[in-house]
């Protein structure tokens, strides 16, 4: 039977929405703004204010004078309140950034590293560099599916269902963890180019391509949290086998890897980054043989999406990483590759393969979204007062 919610849960529930709607809102709002948006009355959302500013949550800032009437105020952040920190970390690097509620990044720290687990000690160190009391979670992208949200697996370096719990140990602060296509994807529905559709997908292109399918705001994880592995489908016809141990994957032929290995360099363990963007620069420069490898890059990248919006139907499709260059550069090639690849009564309208506006951030923009998901509930809110 379910319980009944006594005065004091519903304030508390009250307290949370308020907190919620600061933090996805695109600008700061009044009071009275947020007694409409929250369906509640004014005296109402007074009283939730009063109470989340003396738990040191939210804080009241004059708005911009228009001259007329009363001055009002804007709900912000509180100055000492808490924060998230955030962490991308790649298959060669590492980022750092501190977030406030409503999603404000303040990077702290990068560095490279050695390709081995060693580097989770090398975070946590960077980690306690910056921590003070008001560090209330850490939201952590990673560059490789997590089954079962505990076994890390990142083919190019060699990770083999790496056991988090032997590397985020005890004396971390609370983190959650998510992969950084998915989580590039978050960023994108939540504050981004994907805000408000209801049916979207995000490909994240770093060394591969990795991405995630975005329902009504959300993405999806699948029932061992590993969904949205579609560079590990056969959309391309590759006769190349992956070091995931699957022959044809579909990111053998898009992302920094496969413009590598078209100018006869192996890729693989995180390397090659900087040939990459070589090829980038010197394709937009004209040169033919990087050129070709760009076209090469754009077309597998086109017919995989065309399959894709084939089996999803997505209202659109947002790049990021690697992706926003290739569009950029080769936008034209990309769609009608993908047009080629879509059921002929698709193609009168093809979904929008649009740029990620989150840009870079992407992954550690969700990794903050995931961390203030983590804390943003009843339990902790009641826990500041």
Partial sequence: MPQTMTSADLRVRNQVRLLRAVHDAAAPFTRAEAARLLGIGRN???????ELEQARLLHEVPAESSGRGRPTTLLVPHP???????????EDTWTLASVALGGAITELESGEHDR??????????????????????????????????????????????????????????????????????????RRGALRGMGTAMHFHIDF?????????GDAQRGGHNIAGEFGHMPLTGSELTCMCGVRGCWSLDVGANALVRRFGEQPGYGTGRDLAREILRRAEN??????????????????????????????????????????????SLIEASCAEFLMAFRRDEPPR???????????????????????????WVKSRQ
């Fill in 286 to 331: 004209g040169d033919p043989e990087a050129g070709a490898a760009l076209d090469e890059n754009a077309a597998a990248l086109g017919r995989g999406l065309g399959a894709l919006a084939n089996a999803l139907d997505p209202e659109a499709i947002s790049l990021s990483g690697l992706g926003v260059d290739l569009i950029r550069l080769r936008r």
């Fill in 116 to 189: 081995t687990p060693a580097v989770f000690a090398q975070i946590r160190a960077a980690i306690a560099r910056h921590e003070d009391e008001r560090l209330a979670v850490v939201g952590f992208a990673t560059s490789g599916p997590i089954r079962d949200g505990h076994r890390l697996h990142i083919s190019h370096l060699g990770w083999d269902e790496v056991e988090l719990g032997t590397l985020i140990g005890a004396d971390w602060p609370t983190t959650v963890i998510d992969n950084d296509a998915r989580l590039a994807g978050l960023a994108e529905t």
């Fill in 353 to 379: 393969i649009i740029p990620g506006t989150v840009g870079d951030a992407g992954p550690l923009t969700g990794a903050a979204e995931i961390a203030w998901d983590a804390i943003l509930t009843p339990e």
């Fill in 80 to 90: 000492e309140g808490p924060l998230a920190f955030a962490v991308d970390f790649r």
């Fill in 44 to 50: 109402t959302a007074a009283a939730l204010v009063g």
């Fill in 208 to 216: 591969d391509i990795g991405g995630t399918l975005l329902l009504a």
